[in-house]
């Protein structure tokens, strides 16, 4: 499920999967969300907004100071931690 009330200033856990035919492969970050909002991919045409394709996309930073940028599809799990 994607979670699309995250805002900046959240600690959460995010938990992507990538599946495949014989296995799956999960990865989990945890971190501080500095930004989250939807934007368009580089050159992928649909028919959606502005004809592109719109993905949720976050920036987190993780607690070793790391910043990653996600972002989240269908197989996207996110988990709102205390701060």
């Known amino acids: 499920m994607i979670e699309t009330d995250v805002r900046p200033g959240m600690r959460i856990?995010?938990?992507?999967?990538?599946?495949?035919?014989?296995?799956?492969?999960?990865?989990?970050?945890?971190?501080?969300?500095?930004?989250?909002?939807?934007?368009t991919t580089g050159s992928w045409f649909t028919h959606a907004k502005d004809s592109k394709l719109w993905l949720l996309r976050i920036e987190i930073q993780k607690d070793d100071g790391e910043i990653s940028r996600l972002i989240l599809d269908r197989c996207t799990r996110i988990e709102v931690l205390e701060n």
């Open 13 to 39: 856990k995010v938990t992507q999967r990538i599946e495949s035919r014989d296995e799956n492969w999960d990865t989990q970050i945890v971190g501080t969300i500095l930004s989250a909002e939807p934007q």
